[in-house]
């Protein structure tokens, strides 16, 4: 059974321009979580998906935004990059709202330039 | 609100060696799960250990078991017979059961691990 899949591996960007991560969860998954490692600010919580609805956002500004399609996948926009917004991003899917596992994706390393 | 506490930044073990990390936690919920993730240099989040506040009996798989002092709010990982391959960032975790947050996982800073041959 394929892993959670995040499309693309590596990203360069520049100030001020926008950018879009794909994430791909485990077949018959229905919620993907996001979110940001930052050597400085450590992995913090982006945004959850489940059955196209986002349940839940954490503490960052309206630039970052996402959405999840009828088939599970999700995307992550990030508009006006700002150099702090260098990072890993992380995608998790779990099979349930309710399922404690969640299986973390290898991840898209932006760096904004 | 939920916080995570890695006091050791780096931790080195010799191989086959048991090693303790240790792991903090403050939180009001009554109902939280308790998370161990293993981190190699690849970025890739690795699923270790799970153990929820009601278990009374502390979580193991296989190498790893989750000693779970609820009183002490402690949730440390043992790995027994330390193997090269255990080299990474490990990170604690945990989240509420029974919330609108029910997913959010709130992360500590992470140990570095290092086995020595």
């Known amino acids: 059974k394929a892993g959670v899949t995040q499309t693309p591996r590596y990203l360069i960007k520049t100030r001020g321009q926008q950018v879009t991560l794909s994430c791909s969860p485990i077949?018959?998954?229905?919620?993907v979580s996001w979110y940001q490692q930052t050597p400085g600010q450590g992995l913090q919580f982006l945004f959850e998906?489940?059955?196209?609805?986002?349940?839940n956002k954490g503490n960052f500004p309206g630039r970052f935004s996402g959405r999840q399609f009828s088939n599970s996948r999700s995307e992550m926009n990030v508009s006006t990059l700002e150099l702090g917004d260098s990072a890993l991003y992380l995608c998790?899917?779990?099979?349930?709202?309710?399922?404690?596992?969640?299986?973390f994706g290898p991840g898209t390393r932006l760096t904004v330039l | 609100a939920q916080k995570i506490t890695q006091t050791q930044p780096g931790m080195f073990v010799q191989e086959k060696e048991a090693v303790t990390l240790d792991c903090t936690y403050d939180?009001?919920?009554?109902?939280?799960?308790l998370f161990w993730y293993k981190q190699p240099s690849s970025g890739e989040m690795i699923f270790l250990i799970y153990?929820?506040?009601?278990?009374?009996q502390n979580a193991t798989e296989g190498r790893y078991s989750l000693n779970f002092q609820k009183a002490r709010k402690s949730a440390n990982l043992v790995i027994s017979a330390s193997q090269l391959g255990d080299s990474a960032m490990y990170f604690c975790?945990?989240?509420?059961?029974?919330?609108?947050?029910?997913?959010?996982?709130?992360f500590g800073s992470g140990t570095q691990l290092t086995v020595l041959p």
């Open positions: 998790a899917s779990s099979l349930t709202d309710s399922y404690n596992e969640q299986f």
């Open positions: 077949s018959g998954h229905r919620s």
């Open positions: 998906y489940f059955s196209e609805t986002q349940r």
């Open positions: 939180t009001s919920d009554q109902s939280y799960g």
């Open positions: 153990q929820g506040s009601y278990d009374e």
């Open positions: 975790a945990m989240r509420d059961l029974f919330s609108g947050s029910a997913r959010q996982l709130t």
